[in-house]
């Protein structure tokens, strides 16, 4: 059973070391965590830390003032060894002191190994599936209406106004949920960045952006592209 470490960096339990608990862990402030915080702002059940598919998973229990990584508020989410957990007024660290330190080498090693970087070149094919162009062919012509609300249904399938958006893969193991909301998350925080200094002419019809910032959606276009070709040709991922 896989176990995991976890050290208390912030809030009234600062300096407590939560050390080889075995997986699942729950985490909260009631007595029945595994890791139980003294935070009044840390939910009763606040978050879950499983292992899934050769990955730690940390999903979110609906807690009330949620789960953060790094800095961003996750729902569910991979983690590596030096990440940091934000709960309540709780930050957490996670890993051993040698899981840290081996992950921090691995990372020097691999950016000495790869100066200037081909990360796009050797995006690994995690999904396999089978091309959906034909199929939702429709969806491309798509106008998105910002007037128009995203709603959902009880099956999870997500409108815009009247039509329905393409769907999201069904019963995903929590290692397939977590890699999926991470790469959703990188294009929508840089699709924010690229946008946010955004201006718009008096009379509204126009906006105007920067070329650093149209030429931060076209590389987000890039390496979306390389995302679609990876997972409906697997085998050519690499072309």
Not at 19 to 45: A, H, I, K, Q, Y
Request: aromatic fraction near 4%.
């Amino acid at each position: 059973m896989p176990l995991v470490t976890f050290r208390v960096l912030e809030g009234i339990d600062k300096g407590r070391v939560f050390r080889d608990l075995p997986t699942p862990v729950t985490v909260g402030r009631e007595e029945g965590n595994m890791l139980r915080l003294n935070d009044e702002r840390v939910s009763r059940f606040h978050a879950k830390v499983q292992y899934d598919n050769n990955e730690v998973i940390l999903t979110d229990l609906e807690s009330t003032n949620g789960t953060r990584v790094n800095g961003n508020v996750v729902q569910i989410r991979r983690l590596r060894p030096g990440d940091r957990i934000g709960l309540g007024r709780s930050l957490l660290l996670f890993g051993s002191e040698q899981e840290i330190r081996d992950r921090a080498e691995a990372l020097e090693s691999l950016s000495t190994a790869s100066p200037g970087g081909a990360a796009v070149n050797s995006l690994p094919a995690t999904v396999h599936a089978h091309t959906l162009a034909a199929q939702f062919d429709h969806d491309q012509h798509l106008e998105l209406n910002p007037r128009e609300k995203v709603t959902q249904t009880d099956d999870g399938t997500l409108f815009l106004g009247s039509r329905p958006l393409p769907p999201l893969p069904q019963k995903m193991t929590p290692s397939q949920a977590a890699r999926l909301a991470e790469l959703l998350d990188f294009l929508h925080r840089h699709l924010t960045h690229a946008t946010e200094n955004m201006q718009a002419e008096e009379n509204a019809t126009q906006v105007t952006l920067t070329f650093g910032d149209w030429q931060r959606i076209l590389a987000l276009q890039m390496v979306l592209a390389r995302y679609v070709r990876a997972v409906a040709e697997p085998e050519a991922a690499d072309e």
